[in-house]
């Protein structure tokens, strides 16, 4: 048996690898002609375009490494299949799992590969490649920072922070603004509970307080108040550090410290789930495409198998995305939300597996 697991072994990790590529450069080129006109607008060059997207690699390694997985778990079993090899296996004795088991054990493998890129690699990939996006491809533009587990912006005549960034509400929470002069010497300070830029060009400020230190201190609380800042909010939405550029340790933190404040982070919830369910998926998905691989293998061949690897593929990313979408939104828990998708797949592949053999 040792000779077969080496061999189902070898045999998907040389088509897992292959997929793998396949997608990183399919994805390349279809973000390269979708960012081309900005490239050039911005006349970017050719170590900049290629800096871009190496960095952006173990994203997008993680990203599509589940539909590789699924397309190289279904062409691996489909060809073994139709030579007669599974066959051979079930004859003598062995169980659909132990004759599974090497190719369940590659999925594992990408899956850990997955979950480290994504706490080790990525984070700071990802941020590098957004600075490149920003300082190279298109100079010139200030952002907010995202330091202690707060977005900030230096501006012309001051400072601005925010607890937790609402890019859909154009709004920010835990909201704040030092104003200094020349000597950087603070002159006055406001804190808000919410603040909304409108389409005039002012913030709308709720719930907050003005101090002003010109001689003596002066304060001033208010329900609802406008202000007009330098800076406007798309430095915040722009410089909003997304969950991808953190590990699980800060984004965790950064949620308990803003839950404590009492600050909606719904959507960081899902997304600090979804930073364990999501790599999960290249061993979940396995469950669904081998039995799935197993029950036709001689109608199609491997055409059929990259089609219904492309169909459940699409399938399951409308499930996960709707899902994450559902918790971002508040309609579903964050913890089903990043979840259920993994859940359901792994009901599907596992009730599969149970009449994969009938």
């Given at each position: 048996m040792r000779v077969v697991t080496r061999y189902l072994l070898r045999e998907f990790s040389k088509m897992a690898a292959a997929a793998v590529a396949g997608f990183l450069a399919l994805f390349v080129v279809i973000d390269f002609f979708e960012r081309a006109d900005e490239f050039l607008k911005y006349k970017a060059s050719a170590g900049e375009v290629f800096r871009y997207y190496l960095y952006s690699a173990p994203n997008i390694f993680i990203l599509t490494s589940p539909v590789a997985v699924l397309l190289a778990v279904l062409i691996t079993v489909s060809l073994r299949a139709r030579a007669n090899e599974f066959t051979a296996l079930f004859s003598g004795g062995i169980g659909i799992g132990r004759a599974c088991a090497p190719i369940l054990a590659g999925c594992a493998v990408i899956s850990a590969l997955s979950l480290l890129g994504s706490e080790i690699l990525a984070p700071r990939a990802n941020r590098k490649a957004r600075e490149i996006a920003q300082f190279a491809v298109r100079p010139g533009k200030v952002d907010a920072e995202f330091s202690l587990n707060r977005y900030w912006i230096r501006g012309s005549n001051g400072i601005l922070s925010a607890q937790v960034v609402h890019p859909e509400?154009?709004?920010?929470?835990?909201?704040?603004?030092?104003?200094?002069?020349?000597?950087?010497?603070?002159?006055?300070?406001?804190?808000?509970?919410?603040?909304?830029?409108?389409?005039?060009?002012?913030?709308?400020?709720?719930?907050?307080?003005?101090?002003?230190?010109?001689?003596?201190?002066?304060?001033?609380?208010?329900?609802?108040?406008?202000?007009?800042?330098?800076?406007?909010?798309?430095?915040?939405?722009?410089?909003?550090?997304?969950?991808?550029?953190?590990?699980?340790?800060?984004?965790?933190?950064?949620?308990?410290?803003?839950?404590?404040?009492?600050?909606?982070?719904?959507?960081?919830?899902?997304?600090?789930?979804?930073?364990?369910?999501?790599?999960?998926?290249?061993?979940?998905?396995?469950?669904?495409?081998?039995?799935?691989?197993?029950r036709s293998p001689r109608s199609g061949g491997v055409w059929k198998s990259i089609g219904s690897g492309m169909f459940i593929g699409f399938v399951c990313w409308i499930l996960l995305s709707t899902s994450l979408s559902l918790g971002r939104k508040g309609m579903l828990p964050p913890l089903l939300a990043a979840w259920f998708p993994d859940l359901l797949i792994a009901s599907a592949g596992i009730s599969l597996f149970r009449y994969a053999r009938r």
């Open positions: 509400k154009r709004e920010l929470s835990g909201f704040q603004y030092l104003e200094v002069d020349g000597d950087f010497r603070l002159v006055r300070r406001i804190d808000a509970r919410s603040a909304t830029f409108r389409e005039d060009g002012k913030w709308l400020l709720r719930g907050g307080t003005e101090r002003r230190f010109s001689g003596s201190l002066e304060t001033a609380r208010f329900t609802e108040k406008e202000f007009s800042f330098p800076e406007t909010l798309l430095a915040f939405l722009e410089g909003e550090t997304p969950p991808e550029e953190m590990t699980y340790a800060q984004l965790s933190g950064y949620v308990r410290d803003s839950v404590a404040r009492g600050y909606d982070v719904r959507r960081y919830e899902v997304d600090l789930h979804a930073k364990l369910s999501y790599p999960l998926l290249n061993v979940v998905i396995s469950l669904l495409a081998i039995p799935f691989a197993l």
